[in-house]
């Protein structure tokens, strides 16, 4: 018996819950696709919090994240780990990717910038990244870690991805455009879509690569 026969079940709950530990991060991860945009996030590092709490909002996705990490070295390890925990979250919450939109783009404004982001999940991890920042850091974040953590996603959440930056000069407005173009792809292209719920979209049947 499923949902569908039966309209007093609920869908399955599309969620993953993940723990990673090395000698450089240790990381506990939860998300929930079909959530509401509520995020607990700790990183260690300020802006990376302030950017993975705006991603899980504009997603609606619920995300609980901590993470200890070498931030006496860099923030590089605690970065890179984080993205590749999110993207390990986000293909396992999708499970055979049933009834998906696949395909999600937004172009998204913050002041003065304009970022694209267009995602497939398709099953074949790969980032296309044309962002340059005016400046080396956001407060004490080096910008060149967003790249790192955006290939770190892609790859684990085994989607295409690609974001590009339109215009804008101020480092802390690109980086928010980008997360949050992300953030709207993410939800267009995780959506249920109405006209094929119970179907792989994909004329292989999987998409796994």
């Known amino acids: 018996m499923d949902a569908d026969r039966n309209p007093g079940l609920s869908p399955p709950s599309r969620r993953a819950e993940l723990a990673r530990t090395t000698a450089e991060t240790a990381i506990r991860a939860t998300l929930v696709l079909d959530g509401t945009g509520k995020a607990e996030v700790s990183t260690g590092i300020g802006f990376l919090d302030h950017m993975l709490t705006a991603l899980a909002r504009h997603a609606l996705f619920d995300l609980t994240l901590e993470a200890r990490g070498d931030l006496h070295i860099d923030f590089h390890h605690t970065t890179e780990d984080v993205g590749i925990v999110l993207g390990q979250c986000l293909r396992a919450a999708l499970g055979d990717k049933r009834g998906i939109r696949r395909y999600g783009q937004a172009l998204l404004p913050m002041d003065e910038a304009l970022a694209e982001a267009a995602v497939d999940i398709s099953g074949r991890p790969f980032l296309a990244w044309s962002v340059p920042f005016a400046r080396d850091k956001v407060g004490e974040m080096d910008t060149e870690l967003f790249e790192e953590f955006f290939r770190a996603f892609a790859l684990n959440a085994g989607v295409t991805l690609h974001v590009t930056l339109k215009a804008g000069t101020n480092a802390h407005h690109v980086a928010e455009a980008c997360f ?22 994909s004329t292989k049947g999987v998409l796994e690569g």
């Open 180 to 201: 949050k173009a992300l953030a709207r792809s993410l939800r267009m292209a995780v959506e249920t879509d109405p006209r094929s719920p119970d179907s792989v979209p």
